[in-house]
C-alpha cells in the first residue's frame, strides 16, 4: 500500500477551514485514502470528524496511505496540498 508522509504546511495545523479543503480534495479521488498521526489509527480522509480528529497542529507529520490504481498520485495531490500553508492562500483570496 503507497504512503507519504507530510508535515502540516497550514500556520494554525489542520483546524477545521484547512481540513475542509482537504477533505473536500480527498473525496475526489479515484480511491479511499486514509490519515493517520503517528501510530494512531488511521482515519478516512474524506471525513471531516476523523481529520479533525487528529488534532494535527502546525509541524505534525502526518501519514497518507491509498491502495489501488491512482493511488500514488492521488497521494501525490494530496501530499502537496496539505504542505501549503493553506490559511495564507486563503486570506489572500478574501
Do not use: K, N, Y
Amino acid at each position: 500500500m503507497p504512503e507519504r508522509s507530510v508535515v502540516i504546511g497550514s500556520a494554525q495545523g489542520l483546524h477545521a477551514r484547512p481540513a475542509q479543503i482537504f477533505v473536500r480534495t480527498a473525496a475526489r479521488q479515484p480511491v479511499p485514502v486514509s490519515i493517520r498521526v503517528g501510530d494512531r489509527a488511521p482515519v478516512p480522509a474524506s471525513s471531516i470528524l476523523g481529520v479533525l480528529s487528529l488534532g494535527a497542529g502546525p509541524g505534525t507529520e502526518v501519514t497518507l496511505s491509498a491502495d489501488g490504481d491512482g493511488a500514488a498520485a492521488a497521494l501525490d495531490e494530496l501530499a502537496g496540498l496539505l504542505s501549503r500553508d493553506l490559511d495564507a492562500e486563503e486570506a489572500g483570496r478574501a
